[in-house]
């Protein structure tokens, strides 16, 4: 038999690679989830001292935590 209710669960995938940037999931933008990834990673490398030459964007997915 088959429950009568199903949850929907989302994959931290679908933000961070699988949508488009244009996407929005459960009421958040794709774009905007992955800024705040990319700031959230840059504050954190900043609290370790952690240095870094250069942002790349690469796939095309990672752009926007670039910009963050």
Not at 27 to 34: I, L
Not at 44 to 64: F, I, N, T
């Amino acid at each position: 038999s088959y429950p009568d209710a199903s949850r929907c669960r989302l994959c931290a995938m679908e933000y961070i690679y699988f949508s488009r940037p244009d996407s929005v999931l459960e009421d958040v933008s794709v774009h905007t989830a992955r800024k705040l990834c990319g700031r959230m990673l840059a504050l954190q490398d900043e609290r370790e001292g952690l240095q870094a030459d250069m942002v790349v964007g690469v796939p095309d997915s990672s752009l926007s935590a670039a910009l963050g």
